[in-house]
């Protein structure tokens, strides 16, 4: 019996498994050091920002950020992209509000939201996969028609007083420590997110569709069924991101998380993600979450303005699109100045003689001339 099969079967998982760590070895390492560098740096040079006090206050921040990237990471993978995910809370968190103020529980608001958000994805999704809109375009439009929405259920009123049970656990940490509740449930959904792009056929089909989505649909992928999924995965995200932030602040407004969907873009372009697609890992998109966002945090305890923050964002989301497509085409060219250039033709070693004397005549079969 052959072993050539199985031998090969194993080498194949074997090659998935050695290609994160050789990514880590580009960007995303950049990212990493860059993001210690910052918080070691923030540390000791702005005053309360190395307190366990601002760290709870800094998690809390990053928390809505990083939810978002997550489906947004596999969105932009798969050469899509959906900047409608800030609205989409706004949406859902004046649903809540709506809902609480004619008395509906919480136990039914919170799955309603995300529920709602879900369907706000798919529709999103439709018109991408169905009527074949860029995604772009869609989702741009779409970010003012949910915010809009939004301003015509609340107006410019506010819905507080949410049950304070839900509040005090959203703001609350894990017994005497400064870990707040929401860190487990968050790093649950990381790994989750995680395993699915870098260790299922799921996440390797969302990098041959960024790579070639034509190529992808020739080789079986259900390409139009998948990304149909994501926007639905990530509008349910987003319902999800939606009711923790009308728990924490105890407010639903319309205008919760406005422009947020800025620094998510910022953070899942800085943390590796191609704008193309077909390339990114999610250990990158964590750590361009924690240094956009310990970034802002640091500048908001400087006294730095809320504009001053948004130029930041935009530096830097210009930077993250900016920057790897200047080093790959460095990169290029030092690769081909170090290739050794092509021999030239060599000559044969012992050229065969020449004929000496004039060539005999043809003869016939009968052997006259």
Same mark, same amino acid.
Request: charged share 15%; no cysteine.
């Given at each position: ?7 090969? #079967?194993t080498r194949a998982p074997l090659r998935e498994a050695l290609r994160?760590?050789?990514? $880590? ?7 990493? /050091? ?26 809390? *921040?990053? #928390? ?8 947004? %990471?596999?969105?932009? +993978?798969?050469?899509?992209? *959906? $900047? ?5 809370? &706004? ?11 004619? &008395? ?14 879900? +369907?706000?994805?798919?529709?999103? =999704? ?11 375009? /869609?989702?741009?439009? %779409? ?14 009123t506010a819905v507080a007083d949410f049950a304070r049970e839900y509040?005090?656990?959203?703001? &609350? ?19 989750? !997110? ?12 969302? !990098?041959?569709? &960024?790579?070639? *989505?034509?190529?992808?649909? !020739? ?15 990530? =509008? ?18 319309? *205008?919760?998380?406005? =422009? ?27 750590? =361009? ?18 504009? #001053?923050?948004?130029?930041? %964002? ?55 001339p």
């Amino acid at each position: 019996m052959s072993t050539e099969a199985p031998t090969r #079967a194993t080498r194949a998982p074997l090659r998935e498994a050695l290609r994160l760590p050789r990514r $880590l070895a580009g960007w995303d390492a950049a990212v990493v /050091v860059l993001t210690v560098l910052t918080l070691v740096v923030a540390s000791g040079t702005v005053e309360e920002f190395g307190t366990t006090r601002n760290a709870t206050f800094l998690i809390l *921040d990053l #928390a809505p950020v990083l939810l978002l990237a997550l489906p947004m %990471t596999l969105i932009v +993978v798969s050469g899509e992209i *959906d $900047l409608s995910v800030a609205s989409t809370v &706004g949406l859902t968190s004046a649903l809540m509000g709506e809902l609480w103020a004619n &008395g509906l529980p919480l136990e039914t608001i919170i799955p309603l939201a995300v529920l709602a958000g879900a +369907v706000l994805g798919a529709f999103n =999704g439709l018109l991408v996969t169905v009527l074949g809109l860029p995604s772009l375009a /869609v989702t741009i439009g %779409t970010l003012a028609l949910y915010r809009g929405l939004a301003y015509v259920l609340l107006g410019d009123t506010a819905v507080a007083d949410f049950a304070r049970e839900y509040t005090r656990w959203t703001i &609350g940490s894990l017994g005497d420590s400064w870990v707040p509740n929401v860190v487990p449930p968050i790093l649950l959904l990381v790994t989750v !997110f995680a395993l699915v792009l870098h260790a299922t056929p799921v996440g390797r089909s969302l !990098f041959a569709m &960024g790579a070639n *989505d034509t190529a992808a649909a !020739f080789a079986g992928i259900p390409v139009e069924r998948t990304k149909f999924w994501l926007y639905v995965v990530a =509008g349910a995200v987003a319902g999800l991101v939606g009711a923790y932030w009308t728990l924490r602040y105890s407010t639903a407004r319309a *205008d919760n998380a406005e =422009g947020l969907e800025l620094t998510v873009v910022a953070a899942v372009l800085l943390g590796g993600v191609s704008i193309y697609g077909g390339r990114g890992t999610l250990l990158g998109v964590v750590a =361009g979450v924690v240094l956009l966002t310990s970034l802002q945090n640091a500048l908001r305890l400087a006294k730095v303005s809320a504009d #001053a923050l948004t130029v930041v %964002t935009g530096t830097l989301l210009i930077l993250s699109v900016l920057l790897p497509n200047v080093t790959a085409a460095l990169r290029a060219r030092l690769a081909r100045r170090a290739a050794p250039a092509a021999p030239p033709p060599r000559e044969p070693a012992h050229p065969a003689p020449a004929p000496r004397g004039p060539a005999p005549e043809p003869t016939r079969r009968d052997g006259t001339p």
